[in-house]
């Protein structure tokens, strides 16, 4: 190396600036030295302000110049950027899920966890969370609690989040990017007047504590009125099932996600979410009955691929749940959600370890 004596005056601030970045660097990577099966925190600034390696392909951004649609994807994308550890429990799921407090399950487990389930979530949000975090620490053990609903695999256009920010949508191929842009708003006058998100509140590790169903509650709505709306809906709409034979995007992410947790010695535990009592009654026992069936029937078939535990909490029963700590048919309460979290820990505690 040349003495720096001998370097022009014009590159020693910019050397110095890249000195001050290594140092922080280093300091990132010393909270990540923890081997699989360690429980111990990362060091307190070991996630805050970190970004996806250089070394990864150039991020895919939206052609046009449409609006950035407000997203939960990127505002907790945001969140695990500034956590003070790494992951060692994921979340994963739909609205049903989005209850799950990290914080609740650490004391149980010791692990520290972060919720990233989301409304109308799909496969393809847990194979754009789990690749994050695997990206940022990949020598971390991640055990994941994923929520599952026998719609599961029922196609959807993907989150706007996960095709507008570009440390998710790097890992989804171009042409579905393109595919899937094309159904972004152009102006902001087509975008919805109301921001979902907004009316949301999370805590700093992902678990939701406010939305539109604590709006709903505080201005009177009862569960009996929520329930009889739920079930009205629910049989409007029964019948309306997707043409089988074909493996959609959905299912084909699923699988990818089960493959990479494998592949990184995690074993997922799978968790068929609670429906209220009210509504099994209400519904045509062969309605709800066959479709948990087929469901079951398709993990059962991944089970010869793929390494997994699945608990069925389809009765709250299997959990002593608590039909008044609802707020509408399938979307529990926080007390239930803890409920959920220990029965789990206790009857299925390889998923944990």
Do not use: C
């Not at 001998?6 to 050397?15: H, T, V």
């Not at 600034?45 to 939206?62: E, I, M, Q, Y």
């Not at 066959?290 to 793929?306: Q, V």
């Amino acid at each position: 190396m040349f003495p720096i004596r001998r370097l022009p005056r014009w590159m020693i601030a910019p050397l110095a600036v890249l000195a001050l970045l290594m140092v922080a660097l280093g300091g990132w990577a010393a909270g990540h030295k923890h081997g699989p099966g360690q429980r111990h925190a990362a060091t307190p600034t070991a996630l805050v302000r970190a970004h996806p390696s250089t070394s990864s392909p150039r991020p895919w951004r939206p052609p046009g110049r449409g609006p950035i649609v407000p997203s939960d994807r990127t505002y907790k994308a945001d969140l695990i950027e500034k956590l003070p550890y790494a992951p060692q429990l994921l979340f994963l799921g739909g609205s049903r899920s989005m209850r799950f407090e990290p914080a609740y399950a650490q004391r149980l487990t010791g692990l520290r966890g972060f919720n990233a389930a989301f409304q109308n979530a799909r496969p393809e949000d847990a194979w754009a969370f789990v690749n994050f975090l695997y990206q940022r620490s990949p020598k971390t053990q991640l055990r994941v609690f994923w929520g599952l609903q026998p719609n599961l695999f029922y196609d959807r256009d993907m989150d706007p989040g996960l095709l507008q920010d570009a440390r998710l949508s790097r890992f989804f191929p171009r042409a579905l990017l393109e595919q899937q842009a094309k159904k972004l708003p152009a102006t902001r006058a087509q975008m919805h007047t109301v921001n979902a998100v907004n009316r949301r509140r999370y805590l700093a590790d992902g678990a939701l504590v406010w939305n539109h169903y604590d709006v709903l509650e505080a201005q009177g709505r009862t569960l009996d009125q929520s329930l009889a709306e739920y079930i009205r809906l629910a049989l409007k709409h029964r019948g309306n099932g997707r043409s089988r034979g074909v493996v959609p995007r959905a299912q084909t992410y699923f699988e990818k996600t089960l493959a990479l947790l494998n592949e990184h010695g995690t074993s997922p535990l799978l968790v068929i979410m609670p429906v209220h009592p009210r509504v099994l009654a209400a519904l045509p026992a062969e309605q709800w009955q066959r479709s948990l069936s087929l469901f079951k029937a398709k993990l059962a078939e991944l089970a010869h691929t793929y390494d997994f535990t699945v608990l069925d909490m389809t009765h709250i029963a299997s959990f002593g749940g608590d039909p008044q700590a609802f707020y509408d048919g399938v979307h529990f309460k926080v007390s239930n959600a803890r409920k959920l979290i220990a029965t789990a820990v206790r009857e299925a505690p390889q998923a944990f370890r």
